[in-house]
């Protein structure tokens, strides 16, 4: 069966209809769907078909909403990583012509007349994207709907009993990192509630600074970018209104105009405050709508219960981030990869797990050590440049001694490394050398100052280690007995999470139990396997067309 990139799933039955079926729809959907799948309700194509105003619109409904609701949640179970966008302007104002941000390869849908002539013309001239696109049905990709039961007279009564309050102005707030299930049904109630702008705080700054790795949340600008999009898709009649925002309030205690505010269960305390600053300061209380969390069924013991951004975030952890850069100069084999991280980052229980997986593990502390020892050129060089006072009764270099000294001082640290990093590097390339030799297909280089020393150009990937700078400066007072000032200047004098993340093909997080460290890193060493092989083929079919 044949997988598209981006798809259409066209249902044309009513709500209570459908909702029965949506999940077998959405697993054969999503089966062949495998980035953007669009999702439109045009229960009333019949009769619209060739009308050019009056048309027959979708009852607003909390049936409507319930229907988008199991089309997200259920969507997101199936396949987390599809982007879902249900269209929904044909329950406000008839759509004639939809132009969506991703043109779709093919047609899905459950109308029987799927070939006729005025089904085909009627779906062109909605989707105009989709001048060639492939019509399926159902039926044709093993869903079978024949057993679908009709609604009743009372549902539909029911239906018209429930239509939804709707405001001119709405305004409702959020991180919005990495669109899932949750930001799409609170956003789509917000768009149901409004008829002319959707106002929207997107939080950034000090509001994302306690955030469960903040290091991967996205710029505001590219979440404000790929919110609008989403909003564009599945409801371009109203007007956004999208603003970074610093407080927890934003405009929605600003505008006079605004009457509604869409919050989750989570945020309702939130919501609440709004209105008792609007009242403070003489403005409309607004109407609050709450909407309910979104379970996440296939959380592990780190992750929240609920669909959230942070659950995303942390199952990133040990995928590729961002593909490694061509680096021709480098052999496919040995494949070294640059493991970095900050101080008490975690990356010695990474290193003795990957080297159980079969990789050559180089530690670059204890390069740095030999090239520290008495006879050594740096020995000689750091003894000239920091004098006497960092020598042992023996002879040797008290690194404890030095340290406190350059770690206070960047412009003697920056001396240090001038020394060191060069004798470092003569050592390292060596000993990659010599792993290759001992046939490892994988060498890991384990080294803090990977980025700082510029050593990423001898490397294939860089895997990046972080936690929380609480953590960090726990974990170095605990290792090393130093106070808290001495061990927040020690990691004060390093790169950023935020800096290291930036360079990452992968990150791990070693915050939790070890067990969840080390599945990242398992998942890590797997993914590598495949690229390897990937490589070593490609190479392989290169050198025959030469």
Not at 44 to 56: A, W
Not at 186 to 192: F, G, I, Q
Not at 325 to 354: E, F, M, N, W
Not at 363 to 369: E, I, S, T, V
């Amino acid at each position: 069966m044949a997988v598209y990139r981006n798809g259409l799933l066209f249902l044309t039955t009513s709500c209570s209809v459908v909702k029965p079926t949506l999940e077998r729809i959405l697993e054969a959907t999503t089966a062949i769907v495998k980035q953007t799948l669009y999702v439109s309700l045009d229960p009333n194509h019949i009769q619209n078909m060739g009308r050019k105003n009056n048309q027959i619109l979708i009852p607003n409904t909390k049936s409507l909403q319930s229907t988008f609701n199991i089309v997200y949640s259920k969507a997101f179970q199936l396949q987390n990583s599809l982007d879902v966008r249900v269209l929904l302007s044909d329950a406000k104002v008839f759509q004639t012509s939809w132009k969506l941000h991703q043109a779709c390869e093919v047609l899905i849908t459950d109308y029987p007349g799927y070939k006729e002539r005025d089904f085909m013309e009627y779906v062109k001239q909605r989707f105009s994207n989709g001048l060639n696109i492939r019509i399926e049905h159902l039926a044709n990709i093993n869903c079978d709907l024949s057993e679908c039961i009709e609604e009743t007279k009372q549902e539909e009564e029911e239906m018209l009993l429930t239509q939804k309050k709707v405001y001119e102005h709405t305004v409702m707030g959020g991180t919005f990192d990495r669109l899932h299930a949750g930001h799409k049904i609170l956003l789509t109630e917000a768009c149901l509630r409004t008829k002319c702008r959707l106002t929207i705080g997107v939080t950034c700054g000090p509001m994302i600074k306690n955030k469960v790795l903040k290091e991967l949340i996205e710029p505001v600008n590219t979440r404000i970018e790929k919110l609008l999009e989403f909003l564009q898709d599945v409801d371009p009649c109203i007007e956004y209104n999208l603003q970074p925002i610093t407080d927890p309030y934003g405009p929605s205690t600003v505008l006079p105009e605004l009457q509604c505010i869409v919050t989750s269960e989570e945020t309702k305390q939130g919501g609440e405050k709004v209105n008792d600053v609007r009242h403070s300061l003489g403005l409309s209380v607004l109407d609050q709508h709450v909407i309910s969390i979104v379970p996440d069924i296939v959380q592990n013991e780190t992750e929240e219960g609920k669909v959230s951004s942070s659950n995303t975030r942390k199952r990133l952890l040990g995928k590729l981030l961002r593909p490694p850069t061509h680096k021709p100069h480098l052999p496919v084999l040995p494949y070294v990869i640059g493991l970095t991280g900050g101080t008490a980052s975690g990356k010695s229980r990474i290193c003795q797990r990957l080297e159980k997986l079969g990789a050559a593990v180089i530690n670059c502390d204890k390069l740095g050590h030999e090239t520290y020892a008495q006879g050594q050129q740096a020995y000689k060089k750091i003894v000239e440049e920091f004098g006497a006072v960092v020598l042992n009764e023996n002879g040797d270099i008290n690194r404890q001694a030095l340290g406190l000294i350059v770690f206070a001082d960047r412009h003697k640290l920056q001396k240090l490394n001038n020394i060191v990093w060069p004798a470092i590097a003569t050592l390292f390339k060596q000993k990659i050398i010599e792993s290759a030799a001992g046939g490892h297909r994988v060498v890991v280089l384990d080294a803090a100052v990977l980025l700082e020393a510029g050593w990423t150009e001898v490397v294939h990937e860089i895997w990046v280690s972080i936690i929380p700078l609480e953590e960090s400066i726990k974990r170095v007072m605990e290792r090393d007995g130093l106070s808290k000032e001495a061990a927040t200047q020690r990691l004060n004098s390093q790169l950023t999470n935020e800096e290291r993340v930036a360079k990452a093909n992968i990150l791990f997080c070693s915050y939790w139990d070890y067990e969840i460290t080390f599945m990242q890193v398992k998942r890590a060493w797997n993914d590598l396997q495949l690229r390897i092989d990937s490589y070593l083929h490609n190479s392989e079919h290169n050198e025959c067309k030469l």
